[in-house]
T-cell receptor, first 115, second 114 residues
Framework: DTGVSQDPRHKITKRGQNVTFRCDPI?????LYWYRQTLGQGPEFLTY????????KSRLLSDRFSAERPKGSFSTLEIQRTEQGDSAMYLC?????????????FGEGSWLTVV | AQSVAQPEDQVNVAEGNPLTVKCTYS??????LFWYVQYPNRGLQFLLK??????LVKGSYGFEAEFNKSQTSFHLKKPSALVSDSALYFC????????????FGTGTRLTIIP
């Protein structure tokens, strides 16, 4: 059973460029989450999908951020017009009430550095 | 609103000694509580959870945690620390009747001294 997979693991981009991260959840997990973690802090919730429906978005998710899960499987998180303050690790996670008993499993994260 | 407090940024324990990493929480209703561990430049690994039932929860790598409703605490413990336990530990809470969002503490860096 493979875990949550994230790609790329590291991304360095210039300010103003767009970046996209991909997340493949654990097979048959219908819930998918995006979190952001900055240095010295705990992860902060960004958004959550149940199947293909985006059910909740944090105020942290400005209009430059968009997340999709078009077929209820993998998800993408796009950041447009990146700013230096976007530098962080972006964590994807998945869960299933049936298969994981409300446990949320995290991927290895995607590090973003905006220069 | 839900919140988690991890009052210690850093905990140092000698190898072989028992360890405790503290966590207190606040939720409107009843909590789901979790502990995760993070190694350098890695994602979060699930250690254990409290959903309902027995207040003492056992998890991975010999860790356990005790849910105390009156003190709103969920401290992580291990009887005998290993050097390999050195890592960053996060406590997280979710309101059972609330949304799906996990709220994390700021983390406690555990260092096991050989």
């Amino acid at each position: 059973d493979t875990g949550v997979s994230q790609d790329p693991r590291h991304k360095i981009t210039k300010r103003g460029q767009n970046v996209t991260f991909r997340c493949d959840p654990i097979s048959e997990h219908n819930r998918l989450y995006w979190y952001r973690q900055t240095l010295g802090q705990g992860p902060e919730f960004l958004t959550y999908f149940q199947n293909e429906a985006q059910l909740e978005k944090s105020r942290l998710l400005s209009d430059r951020f968009s997340a999709e899960r078009p077929k209820g499987s993998f998800s993408t998180l796009e950041i447009q017009r990146t700013e230096q303050g976007d530098s962080a690790m972006y964590l994807c996670a998945s869960s299933s009430v049936v298969n994981s008993g409300n446990t949320i499993y995290f991927g290895e994260g995607s590090w973003l550095t905006v220069v | 609103a839900q919140s988690v407090a991890q009052p210690e940024d850093q905990v140092n324990v000698a190898e072989g000694n028992p360890l405790t990493v503290k966590c207190t929480y606040s939720v409107s209703g009843n909590p789901y509580l979790f502990w995760y561990v993070q190694y350098p430049n890695r994602g979060l690994q699930f250690l254990l959870k409290y959903i309902t039932g027995d207040n003492l929860v056992k998890g991975s790598y010999g860790f356990e945690a005790e849910f105390n409703k009156s003190q709103t605490s969920f401290h992580l413990k291990k009887p005998s620390a290993l050097v390999s336990d050195s890592a960053l530990y996060f406590c997280a809470v979710r309101d059972i009747l609330g949304n799906e969002k996990l709220t994390f503490g700021t983390g406690t860096r555990l260092t096991i001294i050989p």
